[in-house]
């Protein structure tokens, strides 16, 4: 990456086909994406045909081939005591990943779940489990299965960077790698108002996790305060971490080779050119 700074991107809606998200970033400015390939209250995989992948590819060559990820149904729960459930999670989890992979994008971004108090490391075999069974499954090519860090509410998996890390040890296969989420780690009680404050969060996250297994951040400002366990997203500035906070994420060289992907609010129908605006802004 040259000393321009990260790739900044957002989440696209994808209505209407895949390869409409390649127009509607561009329109915004965006240059990553991820989409919702399905409805993301529902469970459900992508449906691919010969036609809607040879429209999608043509639409990638179109547009240069930016990063792009899909980001998995939030009904996925890997870590919970209910087998019906968890088997559901891995089937919707192996077909997203194959549709990644036959699509030929970067990879599917996905949370773990929640062990709803029976404890992480009870349900650290049973995670991994399903995880491996994914990757036998899907055996995808390019593709990698993205654990996003949790905002760490009612026993989530991956709040703290040392969950992440054992999953990533005992789990041992480069498809799998990590997307960083700045709302949640906030959230889960990593500072990162200011310059030192985010090259402590980054220094922890390198030592714990590792950079190289991270791939992409997820740009999102927090509503709720440090430490608070809460999950939602403000608009950059709006938010507890603010414009020097995300000044400072942008111009963290160690962050420099991942895309930031907003997931804020906008104006109400999610990132909008006005929030990549102030991304590119700040990064200036």
Not at 141 to 166: D, H, M, Q, S, Y
Not at 253 to 282: N, S
Request: glycine share 12%.
């Amino acid at each position: 990456m040259s000393s321009r700074g990260p790739l900044i991107g957002a989440h696209v809606d994808s209505s209407g086909g895949l390869h409409l998200a390649y127009e509607r970033a561009a329109a915004m400015g965006a240059e990553a994406i991820q989409v919702h390939p399905t409805p993301p209250g529902f469970w459900g995989s992508p449906k691919l045909d010969e036609t809607r992948i040879a429209t999608f590819k043509e639409a990638t060559k179109k547009h240069g081939g930016p990063p792009f990820y899909f980001h998995a149904v939030y009904l996925i729960n890997l870590a919970g005591d209910d087998t019906t459930l968890r088997q559901r999670s891995e089937s919707t989890l192996t077909g997203y990943l194959k549709a990644a992979d036959e699509l030929g994008i970067d990879g599917v971004i996905f949370h773990t779940g929640s062990h709803k108090g029976a404890g992480f490391d009870v349900r650290l075999p049973t995670i991994t489990e399903h995880i491996k069974h994914v990757l036998e499954r899907a055996d995808p090519k390019r593709a990698k299965l993205l654990i996003e860090n949790n905002a760490g509410l009612g026993g989530c998996v991956g709040a703290r960077f040392e969950e992440i890390a054992t999953m990533l040890s005992a789990l041992n296969d480069k498809r799998v790698a990590v997307c960083f989420d700045t709302c949640h780690a906030f959230a889960s009680g990593y500072d990162e108002r200011t310059a030192d404050t985010v090259s402590a969060t980054i220094d922890e996250l390198d030592r714990v996790v590792g950079l190289s297994r991270v791939e992409v951040v997820h740009c999102n400002d927090s509503v709720t305060g440090l430490g608070s366990n809460r999950d939602r997203h403000a608009n950059i500035g709006a938010g507890q971490i603010g414009e020097d906070g995300f000044r400072a994420l942008l111009h963290e060289p160690r962050l420099d080779r991942f895309p930031f992907i907003l997931e804020v609010p906008g104006a109400g129908d999610g990132p909008d050119a006005e929030q990549v605006a102030t991304l590119r802004r700040l990064a200036g």
